[in-house]
């Protein structure tokens, strides 16, 4: 299965825009990768059926709309890793790429999307 690329958004809201900078710690960025994560992980959920499940993430790909003087993507993309693991448990863990990009949809600040495989 593959997501569409999720952003910050609750209840269709975006809640997180502009350019991951470094004048704030990449912790400051936590709860935004989470909620994408979330979303990427629930639109995946949203369409499997029951006794169908998500057996393993193959492939996190994590887009920072990066300000020039940032550096630290990796520490970007282990929030959205560790979320993975929280939910997914060992299933969750998978190859990874964090990607600094000019801009993303909507000015978000960071937009995440899965590769998983579902197994009945």
Same mark, same amino acid.
């Given at each position: 299965? /593959?997501? =569409?690329?999720?952003?910050?958004? @609750? #209840?269709?809201? !975006?809640?997180?825009?502009?350019q991951? =900078?470094s004048?704030?710690?990449? #912790?400051?960025? @936590? #709860?935004?990768?989470? &909620?994408?994560? *979330?979303?990427a !992980?629930?639109? *995946?959920? =949203? %369409?499997?059926?029951?006794?169908?499940?998500?057996?393993? %993430? !193959?492939?996190l790909? +994590? /887009?920072?709309?990066?300000?020039? #003087? /940032?550096?630290?993507?990796s @520490?970007?993309?282990? /929030? *959205?890793?560790?979320? &993975?693991h929280?939910?997914?448990?060992?299933?969750?863990?998978?190859? @990874? *790429?964090?990607?600094?990009?000019?801009? &993303?949809?909507?000015?978000?600040? +960071?937009?995440?999307q &899965?590769?998983?495989?579902v197994?009945?």
């Amino acid at each position: 299965m /593959f997501t =569409s690329g999720m952003t910050p958004r @609750r #209840d269709g809201k !975006l809640v997180a825009s502009g350019q991951v =900078s470094s004048r704030h710690p990449p #912790d400051f960025y @936590r #709860d935004m990768v989470e &909620l994408a994560c *979330a979303n990427a !992980l629930a639109a *995946a959920r =949203s %369409v499997i059926q029951d006794p169908e499940r998500i057996a393993a %993430v !193959l492939s996190l790909t +994590v /887009f920072i709309a990066a300000a020039d #003087d /940032f550096e630290a993507h990796s @520490r970007i993309a282990d /929030f *959205a890793s560790a979320y &993975l693991h929280r939910e997914l448990g060992q299933a969750g863990i998978g190859s @990874r *790429a964090a990607i600094g990009v000019a801009t &993303l949809p909507g000015n978000a600040c +960071v937009e995440i999307q &899965l590769v998983a495989v579902v197994e009945k």
